[in-house]
């Protein structure tokens, strides 16, 4: 039974003997204060509970530390965000929860935090960025609402899963926690139930017994082959639900078919195939409770529509309806634990860190988008003693999936934003896989306007740096012109950030082998910010989603310009490559072509590539190696490009297989005038 109502009031009392007796006000569940403006950093709810059945239990989502009293007796205290605080209620009444999410104080924050919060803790991207006000509008409160389950004597309370691939099929170990109040001997059915598609439910009854007391319970349930859990671009996820029935009570949880493991080159095995990672990191909200089904659904479409088959839930675990959605469109999760930058060096600390990891892959766990567990992004001084210490609990608690100890700054290459120039991802920083990269964009200008106000335009830098905006490394590394207008400095922001994902990821694919995939920074904006995302918050795509887009393409064709400015008759082109992340070979008809103001075919024919194959199909220098017959044969495009008017220009290219246009990409070139007599011989 799910409260949908609760009695609130913003209030630091220590207990509810202090609280007062006016100001409560009704709210919808769930709820975070700072939806509504407050800047408080304890809330209180009030429940009125009945009494019903033999045994109730509270589920209760919140953030950050919960205490809860019914009818003025303390129950007990919960720490976490992330995972429900399950609690037997002796009796109906009265039920008074008190959420406190405090600021951690100056000196212990940001350096060393107590709360595993990750990216709701701290960092660039929430209100504040990384200044003295980056824990400014809070969490706190019930995010996710509150259950009350009604339960026998014999109660179930969770249910997990594990798959191991077998010769002949797949063995399910079926988890399950009982909270029994005598020994007990019950009947327990399973149920496998396909989900997306049309199929027979598998059904299995078995005896279930135990003594007193709450513990999990097991059951091995052998199965033969069954339809596979896929990306998206391979076939179909195909989704079961797994339902457990005891004592009156029934649980479900989703399951999917399917091996990961990475090989000895870094490689993502998925069923046993090497996959390519076209990713992007997520963190789709500041707010859980403000996230629904209908947009995580959007976001999963288009993270899709980009053509990208994975995603890093960045530094924090999200909203339950991002993991469902990825279950059902068949995208993978780089699952981060909420630890972000520095945190307390005890041994306290320790302890409670290794819990949460624990909670988080019995509440995740079932999901089969979920292929990794990572410790830690981006560590300080806790790089080689919380890393690997929580890895290996990750790996104890789930051997059957890869775990990673952190995703180090040395995997995060920014080129042309905080070092260097893009053109240095030529170097394919980070390999074999880069999970970050990028450069900030301003969303669109009437977003600013409505969100910045008075400070958008001219620009209030003070107010943008809260926003997140990095001044620094948008004028003096990317070199973006303010420009004479609001619209105008939009333009100039996103078409830089468009210009460098889609140079550093034709690079990352053209490096295949080396590289094993690349997750961009980042995807959509959790709050009114202005970051690396490439969708801001209202879900309206900047240009440099639209380049994401064509660069990660299953299906690639990549130029390589001769030079960006070059004299008439000069060649546009230096090398040619095709990308294919299809399990299956293609044939492709490829198109290339000068246009401007007058256009130029150059080249068009055929092209066979072998399942996952990356192949460069041209080379300017083995047009000079060739036989002198052959370069006779290029004499007509010669003569033609050294007719060309001087001017701006596109190398445009198109791979097509029969009816349907997989890659399309566009070089901006100039041609210019010869310095001397004669123009250019090649």
């Excluded at 600390?349 to 992004?377: D, K, T």
């Excluded at 297989?657 to 250019?680: D, I, K, M, T």
Aim: charged content about 25%.
């Amino acid at each position: 039974m799910r409260r949908e109502k609760a009695l609130f009031l913003a209030h630091s009392a220590e207990g509810p003997e202090a609280l007062p007796g006016e100001g409560w006000r009704e709210v919808a569940l769930p709820h975070q204060w700072t939806l509504e403006g407050l800047e408080a950093e304890v809330g209180w709810y009030r429940l009125e509970l009945p009494a019903l059945g033999p045994r109730r239990f509270l589920r209760s989502w919140g953030d950050y530390y919960q205490e809860a009293w019914l009818n003025g007796v303390y129950l007990g205290r919960h720490e976490g965000y992330f995972f429900p605080w399950l609690l037997e209620l002796p009796n109906g009444g009265e039920l008074l929860l008190r959420v406190a999410a405090p600021k951690e104080p100056l000196g212990q924050w940001p350096r060393f935090k107590r709360q595993i919060k990750g990216v709701f803790g701290q960092h660039d991207c929430r209100p504040g960025g990384t200044t003295e006000r980056g824990q400014e509008r809070g969490t706190g409160g019930l995010w996710g609402g509150v259950e009350v389950w009604v339960r026998e004597e014999v109660a179930l309370l969770s249910l997990a899963h594990r798959l191991v691939k077998t010769p002949t099929g797949w063995r399910l170990w079926v988890r399950l926690l009982v909270d029994a109040k005598r020994p007990f001997r019950e009947r327990t059915r399973l149920s496998l139930v396909p989900e997306n598609f049309p199929g027979e439910a598998l059904e299995k009854e078995v005896p279930l017994e135990g003594e007193a007391g709450r513990a999990w319970r097991e059951v091995v349930w052998d199965l033969p082959e069954m339809p596979l859990w896929e990306v998206w671009e391979r076939g179909l996820p195909h989704l079961f639900r797994l339902e457990a029935r005891l004592a009156g009570a029934s649980l479900e949880v989703p399951l999917g078919f399917r091996t990961v493991e990475v090989d000895g080159e870094g490689w993502l095995l998925l069923n046993g195939r090497r996959l390519f990672l076209r990713g992007t990191n997520v963190i789709p909200t500041q707010w859980l409770a403000g996230y629904t089904e209908a947009l995580a659904q959007k976001d999963v479409a288009l993270v899709k529509e980009a053509g990208l088959n994975a995603v890093r839930v960045h530094a924090h675990v999200t909203h339950p309806a991002f993991y469902r959605a990825c279950d059902r469109e068949g995208v993978l999760i780089w699952q981060d634990f909420p630890l972000q930058w520095g945190y307390a060096p005890d041994e306290a600390f320790a302890r409670e860190a290794l819990r949460q990891a624990r909670a988080m892959v019995e509440v995740l766990g079932a999901h089969p988008s979920i292929y990794l567990w990572c410790a830690q992004n981006e560590p300080t001084h806790n790089r080689r003693t919380l890393g690997p210490l929580l890895a290996a609990a990750l790996k104890a608690a789930d051997p059957t999936r890869p775990a990673k100890e952190a995703s180090d700054f040395r995997e995060h290459p920014y080129p042309g934003w905080y070092w260097g120039h893009y053109r240095d991802f030529l170097a394919l920083p980070g390999a074999p896989l880069p999970s970050e990269f990028g450069a900030q964009a301003l969303p669109r200008a009437e977003l600013l306007r409505r969100v910045l106000g008075e400070a958008a335009w001219p620009p209030r830098w003070e107010v943008y740096a809260y926003h997140n905006f990095q001044p620094h490394e948008t004028f003096r590394v990317a070199g973006v012109e303010v420009g004479g207008s609001l619209e105008e400095f939009v333009e100039n922001s996103q078409a830089y950030q468009a210009r460098l994902l889609e140079f550093a990821i034709h690079a990352y694919r053209r490096g295949k082998g080396r590289v094993v995939g690349y997750f961009q920074f980042m995807f959509v904006e959790p709050w009114e910010g202005i970051t690396w995302a490439v969708v801001d918050v209202e879900r309206v795509p900047k240009e440099g989603y639209f380049a994401l887009k064509r660069a990660s393409s299953p299906v690639l064709l990549s130029l390589v310009p001769f030079r960006e400015r070059l004299e008439v008759g000069g060649p546009p082109l230096m090398e040619a490559w095709l990308v294919n992340d299809l399990p299956r070979p293609l044939r492709l008809r490829v198109h290339l072509r000068l246009e401007g103001e007058v256009g130029l075919d150059l080249w068009q024919g055929e092209v066979a590539l072998e399942a996952g194959e990356v192949r460069r199909v041209f080379h300017l220098m083995e047009v000079w190696e060739a036989p002198l017959k052959v370069q006779a044969g290029l004499a007509p495009l010669q003569e033609a490009l050294g007719s060309l008017p001087p001017g701006a220009y596109r190398l445009v290219g198109e791979a097509w297989e029969g009816e349907r246009l997989w890659s399309r990409q566009e070089v901006a070139l100039e041609y210019l005038s010869p310095l001397l007599p004669g123009g250019v011989a090649w």
